[in-house]
């Protein structure tokens, strides 16, 4: 009964029936600890969608004593190196940092990481998202040099991973560029993103916005160089594919030309500027009787 009920309130959660939800995975935690004890394995797979559901409402604090809780059951029951224990300390890990306890986050996700390098594999897929974690927590921390050999495993992981050419390394790619543009290494970030925007156009085309996103990545990198006309030639390339993917009249077009404004602005090109934002909200023309 406790299964059925467990696997109901995920479904309702998807639903949308949230409260329902929680009453019954509630219900199926007490069923669990009842007919198994409340050290059994079962009763942590309750108590995680229990810290799930309230995670996906934002209540991280409520959602950490269940995921601390399901940690404890499974260090015991599966012993201290499963990778289901793994998979606990990198909840708490993640509930942590995004409270912005990023001391706690750290040490949670790194004693993650030890286990999945010990039990699962230094290059496996797991690892990686360790990995990225890591190196999250270190950026946000603005611990930019820190975070840099995270960033490095990760891309050297994915190539062997999934290949090269993979949307993965393209990621990774995308992550190392975005760091050393933190570290004001302009000249080491662009390359990086001219192989990740190689990598988003052979697996999603050209006017895709994976491809917008990483023309608009290496823009930035070229800014920093000095290389003002390259950069705006990647924008309008940019801002071309986001105004056919959405139209005239999208928040997205509407972003893409306020980046372009501050772009004219930052290079002394005020009356581009104002054009950009002149067509905000109001496509082609400029009138904004065209969107409604």
Not at 17 to 25: F, G, H, Q
Not at 154 to 159: A, M, P, R, T
Not at 171 to 194: I, K, Q, T
Request: glycine fraction near 6%.
């Amino acid at each position: 009964m406790w299964e059925e009920n467990n696997r109901k309130a995920v479904e309702l959660f998807k639903s949308g029936k949230r409260s329902e939800a929680i009453e019954l995975v509630e219900s199926a935690l007490k069923e669990a600890e009842d007919e198994f004890g409340p050290d059994d394995p079962r009763v942590a797979r309750c108590l995680n969608n229990l810290a799930e559901m309230y995670r996906t409402q934002g209540k991280l604090k409520e959602a950490l004593p269940f995921w601390e809780r399901s940690l404890e059951i499974r260090k015991s029951a599966l012993g201290p190196d499963h990778p289901e224990v793994a998979i606990a300390f990198n909840n708490i890990g993640g509930a942590y940092f995004e409270l912005e306890m990023f001391t706690e986050a750290e040490s949670a996700l790194k004693k993650a990481s030890r286990i999945v390098e010990k039990s699962v594999g230094a290059e496996s897929d797991m690892m990686v998202k360790c990995l990225n974690n890591l190196a999250s927590i270190n950026r946000a921390m603005g611990r930019y040099p820190a975070a840099k050999p995270y960033y490095e495993r990760v891309l050297s992981v994915e190539e062997k991973l999934h290949g090269p050419s993979s949307v993965e390394v393209g990621v990774a790619l995308n992550d190392l560029a975005g760091l050393y543009e933190n570290l004001e290494r302009y000249a080491e970030s662009e390359p990086l993103y001219r192989r990740s925007l190689a990598i988003a156009e052979e697996n999603f085309g050209l006017y895709h916005q994976h491809v917008a996103d990483s023309l608009n990545n290496l823009a930035s990198a070229l800014v920093g160089l000095g290389e003002y006309e390259e950069s705006e030639r990647l924008l309008l390339r940019a801002h071309e594919i986001i105004q056919k993917n959405y139209g005239d009249c999208n928040p997205m077009t509407n972003h893409s030309l306020e980046h372009l404004a501050e772009f004219y602005e930052g290079v002394d090109r005020p009356g581009d500027a104002q054009k950009m934002r002149d067509l905000v909200s109001g496509g082609r023309s400029g009138s904004k009787d065209q969107c409604h």
